[in-house]
């Protein structure tokens, strides 16, 4: 019933910009803090930024000044735009989804974002 759909991830070159985005269904969306993870191929997943229902943000030292997450609830979406892109930032992206202090916790896909020359 509840769904995460995240797309946007591809091939990009250091330096470069991409923006991901995370449509969600089944839940009320504006509700729900949102929140982007990665996970780099052999390490631990990690928190990259978040953004609650009341819109305050927080990031990770090494997305700061780089990426912003925002979210649109007309469109039931949260997006990442991440600039200034390097070859570290290569990973798979999730998507996340929770209201309040619930045990529950929703889960995108994943989105491979490479970063290469």
């Known amino acids: 019933q509840v769904q995460l759909v995240e797309s946007g991830g591809g091939v990009v070159q250091p330096g470069g910009s991409l923006r991901l985005s995370c449509a969600a269904f089944g839940i009320t969306f504006s509700s729900y803090a949102m929140r982007w993870y990665r996970q780099a191929p052999g390490k631990e997943r990690e928190l990259l930024a978040s953004?609650?229902?009341?819109?305050?943000?927080y990031y990770i030292d090494s997305a700061k000044g780089r990426f912003t997450i925002s979210r649109d609830n007309a469109k039931n979406t949260v997006y990442l735009q991440m600039n200034n892109l390097k070859p570290e930032d290569t990973a798979v992206y999730y998507c996340?989804?929770?209201?309040?202090?619930?045990?529950?916790?929703?889960w995108g896909q994943g989105t491979q974002v490479t970063v290469s020359s």
């Open positions: 953004i609650t229902s009341a819109y305050s943000t």
């Open positions: 996340s989804a929770r209201q309040g202090f619930s045990e529950t916790t929703y």
